[in-house]
């Protein structure tokens, strides 16, 4: 069964490297799936690696929409021009926004935030949208962004140095829990303030969490892994690499 995070407005954080766009689309796919929702992010995807990442889960909502040209890579930007609300501008879809604490949704970046994005966030459960947000903590974000946001995970995967990845950190495990947004405040104060160590910290967590995931990275995990670059730069053009048939009109392709 599929848990789905209450209201329609998640911020996913996390330290540098702790898993947060894998579990971004771990997490966004299953959710897309389950409430027949396309899907649209700003960073690169790869359409054969999604292909049969669908198709061994059983996604067969989502294995159509990206026949059919409804799994979308588009930039937030043009140079320093915000692009956001070009960026959401379609109905019922998730979108998945990387980077969004450090540079597009960014608190200090406030006054350049569209107004009709930020009216339009207000409105995005009448459209059907959902929202995921990625940051590496939550007041990185725009405070309207913050107080629309009715859920969090946090995103904590084990990692280890790996010299194929050129000295970068390789995930190993997936570790990550879902709160809503008034017990993953309570979660900063007490766990990750350090008011509480140890095992303490862990039930506490336990208990806070709607939802707690952990366990060793499967072959479809890894699968996963083939459908993203974890080192691309977001600002880079991003696009959908390597349709699946040269006659699919993609409505983004390199």
């Not at 930020?118 to 947000?133: E, G, N, P, T, Y």
């Amino acid at each position: 069964m599929v848990y789905i995070p209450p209201g329609t407005i998640t911020g996913i954080v996390g330290e540098m490297g702790s898993g947060k766009t894998f579990v971004s689309l771990l997490v966004g796919f299953e959710i897309a799936e389950a409430l027949k929702l396309d899907i649209i992010t700003n960073f690169h995807l790869n359409a054969k690696a999604l292909y049969y990442y669908f198709l061994y889960n059983g996604y067969t909502w989502l294995l159509s929409r990206l026949i059919h040209g409804y799994i979308q890579v588009r930039s937030c930007a043009s140079g320093d021009k915000l692009l956001l609300s070009e960026f959401m501008r379609e109905k019922k879809t998730l979108y998945i926004i990387d980077e969004a604490g450090a540079v597009y949704l960014n608190a200090r970046n406030f006054k350049n935030i569209p107004l009709d994005f930020l009216a339009s966030l207000a409105q995005v459960r009448h459209d059907s949208r959902r929202i995921f947000w990625i940051g590496q903590y939550k007041d990185q974000a725009d405070k309207t962004i913050r107080e629309l946001t009715s859920a969090y995970i946090f995103c904590d995967c084990p990692t280890k140095n790996s010299d194929k990845l050129g000295g970068n950190q390789e995930l190993v495990g997936k570790f990550f829990r879902i709160f809503t947004a008034r017990n993953f405040t309570v979660f900063e104060r007490k766990v990750l303030g350090g008011q509480v160590t140890g095992f303490k910290a862990y039930a506490s967590s336990l208990k806070l969490a709607e939802k707690t995931y952990q366990g060793n990275l499967t072959a479809l995990d890894k699968l996963l892994f083939k459908c993203y670059s974890s080192f691309a730069r977001v600002e880079e053009n991003p696009c959908l690499v390597n349709p699946l048939k040269p006659w699919i009109s993609y409505r983004e392709v390199c």
